[in-house]
DNA sequence: GCTTGAATGGAATGAAAATTCTAAAATCAG
DNA sequence: CTGATTTTAGAATTTTCATTCCATTCAAGC
Protein backbone atom coordinates (compact mmCIF):
# COMPACT_ATOMS: atom_id res chain seq x y z
CA UNK A 1 0.00 0.00 0.00
CA UNK A 2 1.24 3.12 -0.89
CA UNK A 3 -0.76 5.51 0.98
CA UNK A 4 0.49 8.85 2.18
CA UNK A 5 2.09 8.86 -1.09
CA UNK A 6 -0.54 10.27 -2.62
CA UNK A 7 -0.24 13.13 -5.50
CA UNK A 8 -2.18 15.91 -4.33
CA UNK A 9 -2.98 17.85 -7.16
CA UNK A 10 -3.42 17.11 -10.69
CA UNK A 11 -0.54 17.99 -12.09
CA UNK A 12 1.53 16.11 -9.49
CA UNK A 13 -0.82 13.17 -10.37
CA UNK A 14 0.29 12.91 -14.20
CA UNK A 15 3.43 13.03 -13.38
CA UNK A 16 3.16 10.20 -11.09
CA UNK A 17 1.84 8.39 -14.29
CA UNK A 18 3.93 9.05 -16.13
CA UNK A 19 6.97 8.16 -13.80
CA UNK A 20 5.68 4.78 -13.68
CA UNK A 21 5.35 4.94 -16.96
CA UNK A 22 6.04 0.92 -18.00
CA UNK A 23 5.81 -0.30 -14.94
CA UNK A 24 2.12 -0.84 -14.96
CA UNK A 25 0.52 -4.40 -16.03
CA UNK A 26 -1.84 -5.05 -19.17
CA UNK A 27 -4.84 -3.61 -17.48
CA UNK A 28 -3.40 -0.92 -15.19
CA UNK A 29 -1.81 0.12 -18.34
CA UNK A 30 -5.13 0.34 -20.04
CA UNK A 31 -6.71 2.89 -17.05
CA UNK A 32 -4.03 5.00 -17.03
CA UNK A 33 -4.35 5.05 -20.45
CA UNK A 34 -7.93 5.78 -20.41
CA UNK A 35 -7.52 8.64 -17.60
CA UNK A 36 -4.97 10.29 -19.74
CA UNK A 37 -6.85 10.66 -22.62
CA UNK A 38 -10.11 11.67 -20.79
CA UNK A 39 -9.60 13.38 -17.76
CA UNK A 40 -12.75 15.10 -18.01
CA UNK A 41 -14.69 12.11 -17.22
CA UNK A 42 -12.93 11.12 -14.15
CA UNK A 43 -14.95 14.33 -11.55
CA UNK A 44 -18.28 13.17 -13.06
CA UNK A 45 -17.77 9.25 -13.45
CA UNK A 46 -18.80 6.36 -11.25
CA UNK A 47 -15.69 3.40 -11.15
CA UNK A 48 -17.96 1.11 -12.90
CA UNK A 49 -18.43 3.70 -15.51
CA UNK A 50 -14.94 4.56 -16.30
CA UNK A 51 -13.39 0.73 -16.16
CA UNK A 52 -16.55 -0.15 -18.68
CA UNK A 53 -15.28 2.47 -21.01
CA UNK A 54 -11.92 1.86 -20.28
CA UNK A 55 -12.34 -1.93 -21.20
CA UNK A 56 -11.89 -3.45 -17.74
CA UNK A 57 -13.61 -4.75 -14.76
CA UNK A 58 -14.21 -1.93 -11.93
CA UNK A 59 -12.19 -4.08 -8.98
CA UNK A 60 -9.03 -3.21 -11.49
CA UNK A 61 -9.47 -0.01 -11.79
CA UNK A 62 -9.68 0.13 -8.09
CA UNK A 63 -6.19 -1.28 -8.05
CA UNK A 64 -4.90 1.07 -10.16
CA UNK A 65 -6.06 4.31 -7.90
CA UNK A 66 -4.34 2.09 -5.03
CA UNK A 67 -1.09 1.57 -7.18
CA UNK A 68 -0.87 5.01 -7.82
CA UNK A 69 -0.83 5.47 -4.07
CA UNK A 70 -4.80 7.25 -3.89
CA UNK A 71 -6.58 5.12 -0.90
CA UNK A 72 -9.24 4.02 -3.27
CA UNK A 73 -11.04 5.74 -6.38
CA UNK A 74 -13.35 8.10 -4.06
CA UNK A 75 -9.55 9.94 -3.14
CA UNK A 76 -8.65 10.21 -6.55
CA UNK A 77 -12.02 11.30 -7.48
CA UNK A 78 -11.88 13.75 -4.98
CA UNK A 79 -8.88 15.22 -6.45
CA UNK A 80 -10.59 15.70 -9.37
CA UNK A 81 -12.91 17.30 -8.21
CA UNK A 82 -11.06 19.82 -6.19
CA UNK A 83 -9.34 21.13 -9.23
CA UNK A 84 -12.20 22.05 -11.09
CA UNK A 85 -14.06 24.35 -9.59
CA UNK A 86 -10.79 25.43 -7.03
CA UNK A 87 -12.21 27.43 -4.30
CA UNK A 88 -12.57 30.89 -4.75
CA UNK A 89 -10.96 32.76 -2.03
CA UNK A 90 -13.57 34.92 -0.38
CA UNK A 91 -12.09 38.56 -1.02
CA UNK A 92 -14.99 40.40 0.65
CA UNK A 93 -13.83 38.53 3.94
CA UNK A 94 -9.68 38.62 3.52
CA UNK A 95 -10.11 42.08 2.67
CA UNK A 96 -11.97 42.84 6.68
CA UNK A 97 -9.37 40.75 8.06
CA UNK A 98 -6.15 43.23 6.15
CA UNK A 99 -8.11 45.91 7.82
CA UNK A 100 -8.61 44.81 11.17
CA UNK A 101 -5.08 43.20 11.23
CA UNK A 102 -3.67 46.84 9.61
CA UNK A 103 -1.74 44.94 7.50
CA UNK A 104 -3.60 46.15 4.77
CA UNK A 105 -0.93 47.94 2.88
CA UNK A 106 -1.81 49.22 -0.23
CA UNK A 107 0.78 46.63 -1.67
CA UNK A 108 -0.90 43.77 0.30
CA UNK A 109 -3.86 44.84 -1.51
CA UNK A 110 -2.68 45.16 -4.82
CA UNK A 111 -1.07 41.02 -4.48
CA UNK A 112 -5.05 40.27 -3.41
CA UNK A 113 -6.77 41.84 -6.64
CA UNK A 114 -3.74 40.74 -8.81
CA UNK A 115 -4.66 37.18 -7.31
CA UNK A 116 -8.35 38.19 -8.00
CA UNK A 117 -7.83 39.33 -11.58
CA UNK A 118 -5.48 36.38 -12.73
CA UNK A 119 -8.10 33.67 -11.34
CA UNK A 120 -10.98 35.71 -12.94
CA UNK A 121 -8.70 35.70 -16.57
CA UNK A 122 -8.18 32.04 -15.84
CA UNK A 123 -12.30 30.70 -15.41
CA UNK A 124 -12.82 33.36 -18.34
CA UNK A 125 -11.71 31.14 -21.12
CA UNK A 126 -14.30 28.14 -19.25
CA UNK A 127 -17.25 29.94 -18.73
CA UNK A 128 -17.54 31.78 -22.38
CA UNK A 129 -19.50 29.35 -24.33
CA UNK A 130 -17.43 29.01 -28.08
CA UNK A 131 -20.26 29.05 -30.05
CA UNK A 132 -22.17 32.00 -28.71
CA UNK A 133 -18.90 33.87 -28.75
CA UNK A 134 -18.62 33.41 -32.17
CA UNK A 135 -22.21 34.25 -32.68
CA UNK A 136 -21.68 37.47 -30.92
CA UNK A 137 -19.05 38.13 -33.20
CA UNK A 138 -20.88 37.21 -36.69
CA UNK A 139 -24.07 39.58 -35.28
CA UNK A 140 -22.04 42.37 -34.50
CA UNK A 141 -19.90 42.35 -37.93
CA UNK A 142 -23.02 42.36 -39.39
CA UNK A 143 -25.17 45.07 -37.47
CA UNK A 144 -25.45 48.34 -39.28
CA UNK A 145 -24.74 50.80 -36.22
CA UNK A 146 -23.45 49.17 -32.99
CA UNK A 147 -25.36 50.39 -29.97
CA UNK A 148 -23.10 50.05 -26.47
CA UNK A 149 -24.91 50.61 -23.40
CA UNK A 150 -23.63 49.56 -20.14
CA UNK A 151 -24.19 52.18 -16.76
CA UNK A 152 -22.89 52.47 -13.39
CA UNK A 153 -19.75 49.48 -12.90
CA UNK A 154 -20.52 48.72 -16.44
CA UNK A 155 -19.95 52.19 -17.78
CA UNK A 156 -16.40 52.07 -17.91
CA UNK A 157 -16.30 48.38 -20.45
CA UNK A 158 -18.89 50.28 -22.56
CA UNK A 159 -16.57 53.27 -23.01
CA UNK A 160 -13.88 50.83 -24.31
CA UNK A 161 -16.20 49.20 -26.37
CA UNK A 162 -17.63 52.53 -28.14
CA UNK A 163 -13.82 54.06 -28.47
CA UNK A 164 -12.62 50.74 -30.00
CA UNK A 165 -15.07 50.67 -32.56
CA UNK A 166 -14.96 53.99 -33.11
CA UNK A 167 -10.96 53.49 -33.38
CA UNK A 168 -11.64 51.19 -36.23
CA UNK A 169 -14.18 53.26 -37.94
CA UNK A 170 -17.03 51.19 -37.13
CA UNK A 171 -20.26 53.22 -36.45
CA UNK A 172 -20.95 52.93 -32.62
CA UNK A 173 -23.02 54.91 -30.43
CA UNK A 174 -22.51 54.67 -26.48
CA UNK A 175 -25.90 55.18 -24.88
CA UNK A 176 -24.72 56.54 -21.66
CA UNK A 177 -27.46 58.19 -20.01
CA UNK A 178 -26.00 61.54 -20.11
CA UNK A 179 -28.33 64.12 -20.00
CA UNK A 180 -30.97 61.76 -19.58
CA UNK A 181 -31.18 61.80 -23.55
CA UNK A 182 -33.53 59.28 -24.63
CA UNK A 183 -31.22 57.09 -27.60
CA UNK A 184 -33.13 54.38 -27.85
CA UNK A 185 -35.18 55.99 -31.05
CA UNK A 186 -31.41 55.66 -33.06
CA UNK A 187 -32.09 51.78 -32.78
CA UNK A 188 -33.18 50.82 -36.15
CA UNK A 189 -33.79 47.05 -37.51
CA UNK A 190 -30.39 45.93 -38.78
CA UNK A 191 -28.67 47.30 -36.00
CA UNK A 192 -26.95 45.26 -32.65
CA UNK A 193 -26.91 46.78 -29.17
CA UNK A 194 -24.68 45.50 -26.98
CA UNK A 195 -26.02 45.66 -23.59
CA UNK A 196 -23.33 45.02 -20.33
CA UNK A 197 -25.13 44.74 -16.85
CA UNK A 198 -24.64 42.59 -13.52
CA UNK A 199 -26.72 42.01 -10.42
CA UNK A 200 -28.25 43.99 -9.24
CA UNK A 201 -29.41 44.62 -13.16
CA UNK A 202 -29.47 48.44 -13.50
CA UNK A 203 -33.07 48.66 -14.57
CA UNK A 204 -32.23 51.30 -17.73
CA UNK A 205 -30.03 48.95 -19.46
CA UNK A 206 -32.24 46.20 -18.48
CA UNK A 207 -35.40 48.59 -20.40
CA UNK A 208 -32.96 49.29 -23.36
CA UNK A 209 -32.33 45.94 -24.29
CA UNK A 210 -36.22 45.47 -24.13
CA UNK A 211 -36.90 47.79 -26.44
CA UNK A 212 -34.35 46.85 -29.03
CA UNK A 213 -35.93 42.94 -28.75
CA UNK A 214 -38.98 44.82 -29.62
CA UNK A 215 -37.69 46.95 -32.54
CA UNK A 216 -36.17 43.26 -33.69
CA UNK A 217 -32.30 44.01 -33.14
CA UNK A 218 -29.61 41.55 -32.37
CA UNK A 219 -28.22 41.48 -28.87
CA UNK A 220 -25.29 40.44 -26.98
CA UNK A 221 -24.98 40.44 -23.88
CA UNK A 222 -22.47 40.86 -20.66
CA UNK A 223 -23.69 39.70 -18.15
CA UNK A 224 -22.74 37.71 -14.94
CA UNK A 225 -25.39 34.94 -14.28
CA UNK A 226 -27.88 32.76 -16.35
CA UNK A 227 -30.62 34.54 -14.61
CA UNK A 228 -29.10 37.38 -15.66
CA UNK A 229 -32.57 39.42 -17.38
CA UNK A 230 -30.41 40.88 -20.12
CA UNK A 231 -29.55 36.30 -20.26
CA UNK A 232 -32.91 35.77 -22.54
CA UNK A 233 -33.43 33.10 -25.40
CA UNK A 234 -32.09 34.75 -28.66
CA UNK A 235 -29.67 36.99 -27.20
CA UNK A 236 -26.01 36.05 -27.53
CA UNK A 237 -25.10 35.94 -23.73
CA UNK A 238 -21.82 36.13 -22.49
CA UNK A 239 -20.87 34.99 -19.06
CA UNK A 240 -18.27 36.95 -16.98
CA UNK A 241 -16.71 35.20 -14.05
CA UNK A 242 -16.10 38.04 -12.17
CA UNK A 243 -15.18 38.37 -8.53
CA UNK A 244 -16.81 40.68 -6.20
CA UNK A 245 -14.18 42.36 -4.01
CA UNK A 246 -16.73 43.97 -0.84
CA UNK A 247 -19.13 45.62 -2.99
CA UNK A 248 -16.92 46.37 -5.30
CA UNK A 249 -16.36 44.68 -8.97
CA UNK A 250 -13.18 43.72 -10.41
CA UNK A 251 -13.33 44.47 -14.06
CA UNK A 252 -10.29 42.91 -15.37
CA UNK A 253 -12.33 39.48 -16.92
CA UNK A 254 -14.59 41.56 -18.81
CA UNK A 255 -12.19 44.00 -20.06
CA UNK A 256 -10.38 41.28 -21.59
CA UNK A 257 -13.52 40.30 -23.00
CA UNK A 258 -14.63 43.70 -23.99
CA UNK A 259 -11.23 43.69 -25.55
CA UNK A 260 -11.77 40.34 -27.33
CA UNK A 261 -15.01 40.96 -28.80
CA UNK A 262 -13.82 44.45 -30.54
CA UNK A 263 -10.56 43.08 -32.13
CA UNK A 264 -12.85 39.92 -33.37
CA UNK A 265 -15.44 42.03 -34.73
CA UNK A 266 -12.51 44.21 -36.55
CA UNK A 267 -11.19 41.59 -38.16
CA UNK A 268 -14.35 39.90 -39.05
CA UNK A 269 -15.20 43.30 -40.95
CA UNK A 270 -11.72 43.23 -42.42
CA UNK A 271 -10.98 46.60 -41.07
CA UNK A 272 -7.77 46.34 -39.04
CA UNK B 1 -45.11 16.02 -9.55
CA UNK B 2 -43.96 18.13 -13.02
CA UNK B 3 -41.96 14.69 -14.78
CA UNK B 4 -41.80 15.31 -18.25
CA UNK B 5 -41.10 18.64 -18.47
CA UNK B 6 -38.21 18.54 -16.92
CA UNK B 7 -35.12 21.25 -18.81
CA UNK B 8 -33.35 19.24 -21.45
CA UNK B 9 -29.73 21.56 -21.68
CA UNK B 10 -28.70 24.21 -19.21
CA UNK B 11 -30.51 27.04 -20.91
CA UNK B 12 -33.14 25.86 -20.45
CA UNK B 13 -32.87 25.24 -16.52
CA UNK B 14 -31.73 28.66 -16.11
CA UNK B 15 -34.48 29.63 -18.09
CA UNK B 16 -37.01 27.92 -16.46
CA UNK B 17 -35.84 29.19 -13.08
CA UNK B 18 -35.99 32.58 -14.20
CA UNK B 19 -39.57 32.12 -15.33
CA UNK B 20 -40.24 30.89 -11.59
CA UNK B 21 -38.51 33.60 -10.41
CA UNK B 22 -39.97 34.54 -7.35
CA UNK B 23 -42.52 32.23 -6.70
CA UNK B 24 -40.73 29.87 -5.01
CA UNK B 25 -40.81 29.57 -1.08
CA UNK B 26 -37.60 30.69 1.14
CA UNK B 27 -35.75 27.67 1.20
CA UNK B 28 -36.18 26.31 -2.46
CA UNK B 29 -35.13 29.97 -3.02
CA UNK B 30 -32.22 29.96 -1.53
CA UNK B 31 -31.22 26.48 -3.25
CA UNK B 32 -32.30 28.43 -6.46
CA UNK B 33 -29.77 31.40 -5.71
CA UNK B 34 -26.99 28.98 -4.57
CA UNK B 35 -27.23 27.01 -7.43
CA UNK B 36 -27.15 29.72 -9.74
CA UNK B 37 -24.07 31.65 -7.82
CA UNK B 38 -22.53 27.91 -7.82
CA UNK B 39 -23.20 26.22 -11.07
CA UNK B 40 -19.76 24.47 -11.22
CA UNK B 41 -20.52 22.98 -8.49
CA UNK B 42 -23.45 20.74 -8.99
CA UNK B 43 -21.79 18.53 -10.79
CA UNK B 44 -19.68 17.61 -8.56
CA UNK B 45 -21.27 17.85 -5.47
CA UNK B 46 -23.91 15.78 -3.42
CA UNK B 47 -26.84 16.60 -2.35
CA UNK B 48 -25.78 17.06 1.44
CA UNK B 49 -22.58 19.24 0.19
CA UNK B 50 -24.77 21.39 -1.62
CA UNK B 51 -27.66 22.16 0.81
CA UNK B 52 -25.04 22.45 3.56
CA UNK B 53 -23.45 25.43 1.43
CA UNK B 54 -26.87 26.49 0.34
CA UNK B 55 -28.43 26.87 4.20
CA UNK B 56 -30.66 24.73 3.98
CA UNK B 57 -30.92 20.81 4.89
CA UNK B 58 -31.27 18.18 1.81
CA UNK B 59 -34.48 17.37 1.75
CA UNK B 60 -35.67 20.86 0.80
CA UNK B 61 -32.74 20.69 -1.98
CA UNK B 62 -34.35 17.83 -2.68
CA UNK B 63 -37.92 19.20 -3.21
CA UNK B 64 -36.05 22.20 -5.34
CA UNK B 65 -35.00 19.89 -8.06
CA UNK B 66 -38.57 18.22 -8.43
CA UNK B 67 -39.98 21.83 -8.42
CA UNK B 68 -38.24 22.49 -10.92
CA UNK B 69 -39.39 19.26 -13.06
CA UNK B 70 -36.47 16.84 -12.75
CA UNK B 71 -37.52 13.25 -10.76
CA UNK B 72 -34.64 14.19 -8.51
CA UNK B 73 -31.25 15.66 -7.59
CA UNK B 74 -29.37 12.80 -10.38
CA UNK B 75 -31.56 13.63 -12.51
CA UNK B 76 -30.55 17.56 -12.23
CA UNK B 77 -27.24 16.54 -11.61
CA UNK B 78 -27.00 14.62 -14.57
CA UNK B 79 -27.49 17.76 -17.10
CA UNK B 80 -24.83 19.34 -15.66
CA UNK B 81 -22.45 16.80 -15.71
CA UNK B 82 -22.96 16.36 -19.05
CA UNK B 83 -21.96 20.12 -19.64
CA UNK B 84 -18.88 19.65 -17.43
CA UNK B 85 -16.61 17.78 -19.93
CA UNK B 86 -16.70 20.51 -22.46
CA UNK B 87 -15.26 23.11 -20.06
CA UNK B 88 -13.42 20.71 -18.15
CA UNK B 89 -9.69 21.24 -19.14
CA UNK B 90 -7.14 23.12 -17.18
CA UNK B 91 -6.03 26.64 -18.02
CA UNK B 92 -3.14 25.47 -19.55
CA UNK B 93 -4.73 23.01 -21.62
CA UNK B 94 -7.42 24.61 -22.67
CA UNK B 95 -5.53 27.82 -24.07
CA UNK B 96 -3.45 25.31 -25.97
CA UNK B 97 -6.46 23.84 -27.28
CA UNK B 98 -8.26 27.36 -28.37
CA UNK B 99 -5.05 28.87 -29.98
CA UNK B 100 -4.31 25.80 -32.27
CA UNK B 101 -8.43 26.05 -33.03
CA UNK B 102 -6.73 28.57 -36.05
CA UNK B 103 -5.83 32.14 -35.52
CA UNK B 104 -8.75 34.21 -36.06
CA UNK B 105 -11.26 32.66 -34.63
CA UNK B 106 -12.81 34.57 -31.47
CA UNK B 107 -11.85 31.69 -29.29
CA UNK B 108 -8.59 32.12 -30.49
CA UNK B 109 -8.77 35.32 -29.91
CA UNK B 110 -9.78 35.23 -26.30
CA UNK B 111 -7.37 33.01 -25.26
CA UNK B 112 -4.80 35.74 -26.57
CA UNK B 113 -5.70 38.02 -24.80
CA UNK B 114 -6.85 36.39 -21.89
CA UNK B 115 -2.95 35.19 -21.34
CA UNK B 116 -1.75 38.79 -21.72
CA UNK B 117 -4.19 40.08 -19.62
CA UNK B 118 -2.74 37.49 -16.95
CA UNK B 119 0.63 38.12 -17.39
CA UNK B 120 0.40 41.59 -17.27
CA UNK B 121 -1.60 41.30 -14.16
CA UNK B 122 1.55 39.49 -12.72
CA UNK B 123 3.75 42.16 -13.69
CA UNK B 124 2.09 44.63 -12.01
CA UNK B 125 2.94 43.58 -8.54
CA UNK B 126 6.30 43.79 -9.62
CA UNK B 127 6.60 47.02 -11.59
CA UNK B 128 4.42 48.98 -8.89
CA UNK B 129 6.66 50.39 -6.57
CA UNK B 130 5.37 49.81 -2.93
CA UNK B 131 6.10 53.10 -1.65
CA UNK B 132 5.38 55.24 -4.72
CA UNK B 133 1.56 53.28 -4.28
CA UNK B 134 1.59 54.38 -0.44
CA UNK B 135 2.57 57.94 -1.05
CA UNK B 136 -0.52 57.87 -4.10
CA UNK B 137 -2.76 56.80 -1.52
CA UNK B 138 -1.81 58.99 1.26
CA UNK B 139 -2.29 61.73 -1.05
CA UNK B 140 -5.51 60.72 -2.56
CA UNK B 141 -6.97 60.23 0.84
CA UNK B 142 -6.38 63.32 2.10
CA UNK B 143 -7.40 65.43 -0.64
CA UNK B 144 -10.28 67.39 -0.62
CA UNK B 145 -11.79 66.78 -3.91
CA UNK B 146 -10.17 64.29 -6.19
CA UNK B 147 -10.22 65.37 -9.79
CA UNK B 148 -9.67 61.87 -12.63
CA UNK B 149 -8.35 62.53 -16.22
CA UNK B 150 -8.21 59.75 -18.61
CA UNK B 151 -9.22 59.75 -22.41
CA UNK B 152 -9.44 57.79 -24.86
CA UNK B 153 -8.36 54.46 -24.05
CA UNK B 154 -7.53 55.39 -20.56
CA UNK B 155 -10.91 56.94 -20.81
CA UNK B 156 -12.50 53.05 -19.07
CA UNK B 157 -9.87 53.94 -16.21
CA UNK B 158 -10.91 57.25 -15.52
CA UNK B 159 -14.56 56.55 -15.12
CA UNK B 160 -14.68 53.35 -13.06
CA UNK B 161 -12.32 55.35 -10.47
CA UNK B 162 -14.97 58.04 -10.10
CA UNK B 163 -17.38 55.79 -10.68
CA UNK B 164 -15.68 53.70 -7.07
CA UNK B 165 -14.75 57.41 -6.00
CA UNK B 166 -18.53 58.18 -5.79
CA UNK B 167 -19.92 55.38 -4.70
CA UNK B 168 -17.68 55.45 -1.62
CA UNK B 169 -18.85 58.57 -0.75
CA UNK B 170 -15.95 60.69 -1.42
CA UNK B 171 -15.68 63.35 -3.74
CA UNK B 172 -14.58 63.13 -6.83
CA UNK B 173 -14.67 64.40 -10.23
CA UNK B 174 -14.41 63.11 -13.76
CA UNK B 175 -12.94 65.42 -16.24
CA UNK B 176 -14.17 63.61 -19.60
CA UNK B 177 -13.24 66.84 -22.13
CA UNK B 178 -17.48 65.60 -22.98
CA UNK B 179 -18.28 69.05 -24.72
CA UNK B 180 -15.31 70.57 -24.63
CA UNK B 181 -16.07 72.06 -20.90
CA UNK B 182 -12.53 73.22 -19.27
CA UNK B 183 -13.31 71.81 -15.52
CA UNK B 184 -9.71 72.66 -14.87
CA UNK B 185 -10.62 75.85 -13.07
CA UNK B 186 -12.60 73.63 -10.49
CA UNK B 187 -9.08 72.28 -9.14
CA UNK B 188 -8.23 74.00 -6.24
CA UNK B 189 -5.53 73.77 -3.51
CA UNK B 190 -5.73 70.72 -1.56
CA UNK B 191 -7.09 68.88 -4.30
CA UNK B 192 -5.41 65.86 -5.79
CA UNK B 193 -5.81 64.73 -9.71
CA UNK B 194 -5.14 61.22 -11.17
CA UNK B 195 -4.21 61.50 -14.50
CA UNK B 196 -3.96 58.52 -16.68
CA UNK B 197 -2.47 58.20 -20.03
CA UNK B 198 -0.45 56.23 -22.39
CA UNK B 199 1.98 56.37 -25.20
CA UNK B 200 0.80 58.16 -27.34
CA UNK B 201 0.15 60.58 -24.75
CA UNK B 202 -2.92 62.51 -24.68
CA UNK B 203 -2.31 66.49 -25.05
CA UNK B 204 -5.33 67.18 -22.88
CA UNK B 205 -4.76 64.97 -20.26
CA UNK B 206 -0.87 66.33 -20.55
CA UNK B 207 -2.02 70.00 -19.93
CA UNK B 208 -4.61 69.40 -17.18
CA UNK B 209 -1.53 67.79 -15.45
CA UNK B 210 0.60 70.74 -16.07
CA UNK B 211 -2.27 72.81 -15.01
CA UNK B 212 -2.86 71.18 -11.90
CA UNK B 213 0.53 71.35 -11.04
CA UNK B 214 1.13 74.89 -11.27
CA UNK B 215 -2.19 74.97 -9.25
CA UNK B 216 -0.52 73.14 -6.58
CA UNK B 217 -2.30 69.95 -6.53
CA UNK B 218 -0.58 66.73 -5.64
CA UNK B 219 -0.49 64.32 -8.75
CA UNK B 220 -1.06 60.72 -8.84
CA UNK B 221 -0.05 58.94 -12.80
CA UNK B 222 -1.16 56.14 -13.92
CA UNK B 223 1.24 55.63 -16.83
CA UNK B 224 3.29 52.94 -19.24
CA UNK B 225 6.73 54.19 -19.09
CA UNK B 226 9.94 56.39 -17.02
CA UNK B 227 9.69 58.66 -19.54
CA UNK B 228 6.22 59.32 -20.08
CA UNK B 229 5.36 63.31 -19.72
CA UNK B 230 3.47 62.69 -16.83
CA UNK B 231 6.13 61.03 -14.76
CA UNK B 232 7.37 64.51 -13.50
CA UNK B 233 9.35 64.67 -9.94
CA UNK B 234 6.93 65.08 -7.42
CA UNK B 235 4.50 63.30 -9.01
CA UNK B 236 3.39 60.09 -7.64
CA UNK B 237 4.39 57.90 -10.97
CA UNK B 238 2.81 54.41 -11.19
CA UNK B 239 4.06 52.39 -14.00
CA UNK B 240 1.93 49.81 -15.60
CA UNK B 241 2.84 47.42 -17.89
CA UNK B 242 0.75 46.43 -20.08
CA UNK B 243 1.09 43.42 -22.64
CA UNK B 244 0.61 44.51 -26.26
CA UNK B 245 -1.33 41.62 -28.55
CA UNK B 246 -0.51 42.79 -32.23
CA UNK B 247 -1.01 46.35 -32.17
CA UNK B 248 -3.40 46.19 -29.30
CA UNK B 249 -3.20 46.94 -25.30
CA UNK B 250 -4.84 45.21 -23.09
CA UNK B 251 -6.08 46.94 -19.79
CA UNK B 252 -6.59 44.43 -17.00
CA UNK B 253 -3.57 45.12 -15.20
CA UNK B 254 -4.84 48.92 -15.19
CA UNK B 255 -8.33 48.34 -14.15
CA UNK B 256 -6.34 46.16 -11.37
CA UNK B 257 -4.37 48.74 -10.12
CA UNK B 258 -7.26 51.29 -10.59
CA UNK B 259 -8.71 49.36 -8.39
CA UNK B 260 -6.64 48.74 -6.02
CA UNK B 261 -5.89 52.13 -5.93
CA UNK B 262 -9.84 53.15 -5.14
CA UNK B 263 -10.09 50.46 -2.16
CA UNK B 264 -6.83 51.39 -0.90
CA UNK B 265 -7.89 54.90 -0.33
CA UNK B 266 -11.55 54.14 0.78
CA UNK B 267 -9.84 52.10 3.66
CA UNK B 268 -7.59 54.90 4.51
CA UNK B 269 -10.73 57.20 4.66
CA UNK B 270 -12.36 54.34 6.36
CA UNK B 271 -15.49 54.83 4.32
CA UNK B 272 -15.19 51.15 3.57
C1' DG C 1 -58.34 33.28 17.24
C1' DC C 2 -59.12 29.28 14.69
C1' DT C 3 -58.76 26.41 10.62
C1' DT C 4 -56.55 24.85 6.64
C1' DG C 5 -53.00 24.30 3.50
C1' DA C 6 -48.36 24.86 2.49
C1' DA C 7 -43.60 24.61 3.92
C1' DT C 8 -39.99 22.78 6.64
C1' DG C 9 -36.50 19.66 9.09
C1' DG C 10 -34.99 15.41 10.48
C1' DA C 11 -35.04 10.66 10.75
C1' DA C 12 -35.91 6.22 8.14
C1' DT C 13 -35.39 3.69 3.96
C1' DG C 14 -33.77 1.74 -0.02
C1' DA C 15 -30.80 1.99 -3.94
C1' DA C 16 -26.42 2.56 -5.90
C1' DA C 17 -21.87 2.84 -5.58
C1' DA C 18 -17.15 1.85 -3.66
C1' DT C 19 -14.37 -1.45 -1.85
C1' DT C 20 -12.73 -5.98 -0.58
C1' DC C 21 -12.20 -10.87 -1.12
C1' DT C 22 -11.27 -15.13 -3.37
C1' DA C 23 -10.70 -18.31 -6.85
C1' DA C 24 -9.05 -18.74 -11.43
C1' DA C 25 -5.93 -17.39 -15.09
C1' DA C 26 -1.73 -15.77 -16.76
C1' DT C 27 3.09 -14.97 -16.54
C1' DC C 28 7.64 -16.00 -15.42
C1' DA C 29 11.83 -18.47 -13.48
C1' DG C 30 14.14 -22.45 -13.09
C1' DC D 1 7.44 -28.57 -18.14
C1' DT D 2 6.35 -27.19 -13.47
C1' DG D 3 5.86 -24.52 -9.42
C1' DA D 4 5.68 -19.84 -7.65
C1' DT D 5 4.10 -15.30 -8.11
C1' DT D 6 1.55 -11.85 -10.11
C1' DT D 7 -2.51 -10.41 -12.25
C1' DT D 8 -7.23 -10.70 -13.16
C1' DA D 9 -12.55 -11.11 -12.95
C1' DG D 10 -16.50 -11.39 -10.77
C1' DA D 11 -19.11 -12.04 -6.71
C1' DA D 12 -19.80 -10.50 -1.82
C1' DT D 13 -19.80 -6.82 1.36
C1' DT D 14 -19.86 -2.42 3.25
C1' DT D 15 -20.44 2.34 2.90
C1' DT D 16 -22.32 6.29 1.11
C1' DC D 17 -25.82 8.73 -0.70
C1' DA D 18 -30.33 9.97 -2.76
C1' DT D 19 -34.87 9.81 -1.70
C1' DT D 20 -39.10 9.46 0.90
C1' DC D 21 -42.05 9.98 4.79
C1' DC D 22 -44.01 12.13 8.64
C1' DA D 23 -44.40 15.10 12.50
C1' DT D 24 -43.98 19.96 13.32
C1' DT D 25 -43.98 24.78 12.22
C1' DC D 26 -45.47 28.59 9.73
C1' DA D 27 -48.65 31.58 7.16
C1' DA D 28 -52.98 32.89 5.01
C1' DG D 29 -57.88 33.22 4.99
C1' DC D 30 -62.16 33.19 7.38
Redesign the interface.
Known sequence: MDAGTAPQN?AAFFERLREMGDGLPKRLRQCADHVVAN???V??STVAELAAAAGVPPSAFMRFCQEIGFSGFSHMQRLF?E???QRWPDYATR?AKL?EGGA????A???E??EA??VS??N?????D?QV??R??DVLAGAGTIHVVGL??A???A??LA?SFEKMGIAAVLHSG?GNLDLGHMMTAGDALVAISFAPYTPDTVALADQAARRGLDIVAVTD???S?L???GTAALFVPEID????R????T???A???S??VG?RRRV?
Open positions: LPDRAVRDYSLRGTPSLLAFAGRIELTRSVQMEAVRRFPVTYYVQQTPARPVGAFALSAMTLMTLVAMI
